[in-house]
């Protein structure tokens, strides 16, 4: 069946520095893809959603300066958390799907990111 | 805005027990309805799902049926195994200004013991 791989799984930070996240389907064209957050026993929050070839449409309240998010091609799409802060510790999330509003959602296996 | 409520694990059930887990949701227009389980160390997966109402979604014995009247999607399942023992989300799919919207609940945690 189809794959996300997501890379890091894990990552562990300087304040101030940033980190990729990296979110890539395997076996099949990705037209779209959502990047979510979850904090420790809270749901898994919609970021934003990224179109291949065309800018994210971020969620109110994230601030698109600080998660920056390109779906260069129809394969990947990452997330860097720029200028990260220990608020910024969090479990992140991707899922994509192929074109069509019922096609399957795949995700990848999360990155817990923890900022010193 | 569109939102899920799933009832808050864990849930600890012998095997061979019965297992709801209920999901009501808050949604406008006609959402899709999923749930997807999460393994212990291994990513999400769908387990089932239903795009209208009165449908029932089915997978490896679980079952789950779209009220649309009760705005309802809860999870069961006759008779749970140990290798059951993983985190069951409740999700929406809505078409929100031209582009695909999924939100999920909180996740129950299921544990079966022998």
């Known amino acids: 069946g189809a794959v996300v791989s997501q890379h890091p799984s894990w990552v562990i930070c300087k304040s101030g520095t940033s980190v990729k996240i990296e979110c890539r389907s395997l076996d099949f064209q990705a037209t779209t893809m959502f990047w979510y957050r979850q904090f420790p026993k809270q749901s898994l929050m919609l970021m934003a959603t990224?179109?291949?070839?065309?800018?994210?449409?971020?969620e109110q309240g994230v601030e698109k300066d600080k998660f920056l998010i390109n779906h260069a091609s129809l394969t990947l799409s990452t997330l860097t958390v720029t200028s990260a802060h220990p608020e910024d510790s969090s479990f992140y999330i991707c899922s994509a799907t192929a074109t069509g509003p019922n096609e399957k959602l795949f995700f990848g296996s999360g990155t817990q990111l923890s900022v010193l | 805005g569109d939102s899920v409520t799933q009832m808050e694990g864990p849930v600890t059930l012998s095997e061979e027990a019965f297992l709801t887990i209920n999901c009501t949701y808050t949604a406008t227009g006609y959402p899709s309805l999923f749930w997807y389980v999460q393994y212990p160390g291994e990513g999400l997966q769908l387990l089932l799902k239903?795009?209208?109402?009165?449908d029932k979604g089915s997978n490896k014995g679980f079952e789950a049926t779209y009220r649309k009247e009760t705005t309802s999607f809860h999870l069961e399942k006759g008779s749970v195994q140990v290798s059951d023992s993983a985190v069951y989300f409740c999700?929406?799919?809505?078409?929100?200004?031209?582009?695909?919207?999924?939100?999920f609940g909180i996740g129950t945690k299921l544990q079966v013991i022998p």
């Open positions: 239903a795009t209208k109402a009165d």
């Open positions: 999700a929406l799919r809505s078409l929100s200004g031209g582009y695909q919207k999924v939100t």
């Open positions: 990224s179109n291949e070839g065309s800018k994210a449409t971020y």
